[in-house]
């Protein structure tokens, strides 16, 4: 994990190093909901640092999960753009105790104007 977290940041600052880089902190709360009803308890919250370039960012911090307890969580990606293309990616991860939680999406956007 520390590998992972380590190869991240360098990913990150290797490629806003000659960029402006903007460093920030974000708090986001997510509900879940099953039957499009709001199921009590399932709350998660994030409190993240990072840092943002020209084509990539890193943040990492705290987050909070009502069903499965405190941890911490990272995320990191990229977006391109290139005339009407627009390229997305990211890899994100949580930890609570010795659960490892992890999701990688990719997106690729053709925009018609």
Same mark, same amino acid.
Do not use: C, Q
């Given at each position: 994990?520390?590998?992972?977290?380590?190869?991240?940041?360098?990913?990150?600052?290797?490629?806003?190093?000659?960029?402006?880089?903007?460093?920030?902190?974000?708090?986001?709360?997510?509900? @879940?909901?099953?039957?499009?009803?709001?199921?009590?308890?399932?709350?998660?919250?994030?409190?993240?640092?990072?840092?943002?370039?020209?084509?990539?960012?890193?943040?990492?911090?705290?987050?909070?999960?009502?069903?499965?307890?405190?941890?911490?969580?990272?995320?990191?990606?990229?977006?391109?753009?290139?005339?009407?293309?627009?390229?997305?990616?990211?890899?994100?991860?949580? @930890?609570?105790?010795?659960?490892?939680?992890?999701?990688?999406?990719?997106?690729?956007?053709?925009?018609?104007?």
């Amino acid at each position: 994990m520390k590998k992972l977290l380590l190869a991240a940041t360098l990913l990150a600052a290797s490629t806003t190093a000659t960029a402006d880089v903007r460093y920030y902190a974000e708090w986001k709360n997510t509900l @879940k909901f099953g039957d499009l009803e709001y199921i009590p308890h399932k709350d998660v919250n994030d409190l993240r640092f990072g840092a943002k370039g020209k084509h990539a960012y890193f943040e990492a911090g705290y987050v909070n999960d009502d069903g499965k307890g405190d941890g911490y969580g990272f995320e990191t990606g990229y977006k391109f753009k290139y005339e009407s293309f627009e390229f997305k990616g990211k890899f994100e991860g949580r @930890k609570y105790g010795n659960v490892f939680e992890n999701k990688l999406e990719t997106e690729y956007r053709y925009y018609f104007n």
